[in-house]
């Protein structure tokens, strides 16, 4: 069994929203709403800054009248970088100095029952 390819993508709007002199993002408001896509300008501002998990296919359309393009202009698919978890596992153990000289070393805790 092969492992499953983890696949990610790259969001052009901003990109493609410059080809069209288009620098603010408020400038999409109106136009989206000409298109039957209302959103706030903080929405919008989101939408443009930051790259969407989720996008209704009507506002692609719109995004895609609007900058005269197609959704492969805008979305970009690219291969995943797989993030290492920090588990604070990896590099050389921390001695001398840098445990600022006085050389302890944690030892297990002894639990003792009181005999009666």
């Given at each position: 069994m092969t492992p499953a390819r983890k696949l990610?993508?790259?969001?052009h709007l901003?990109?493609?929203?410059?080809?069209?002199n288009m620098f603010a993002t408020t400038d999409l408001v109106p136009l989206l709403a000409e298109r039957g896509v209302v959103l706030s300008a903080a929405q919008v501002y989101r939408?443009?800054?930051q790259t969407p998990?989720?996008?209704?296919?009507?506002?692609?359309m719109a995004l895609c009248d609007i900058l005269a393009?197609?959704?492969?202009?805008?979305?970009?698919?690219?291969?995943?970088?797989r993030r290492s978890r920090?588990?604070?596992?990896?590099?050389?153990?921390?001695t001398g100095p840098a445990d600022g000289?006085?050389?302890?070393?944690?030892?297990?805790?002894?639990i003792h029952r009181?005999?009666?």
């Open positions: 990610g993508y790259a969001w901003r990109l493609r929203m410059a080809e069209q939408l443009v800054t998990e989720r996008l209704s296919l009507r506002t692609l393009c197609s959704p492969n202009d805008l979305i970009e698919p690219v291969a995943a970088t920090a588990t604070g596992t990896r590099g050389p153990a921390v000289g006085r050389g302890r070393v944690p030892r297990r805790a002894e009181d005999r009666e």
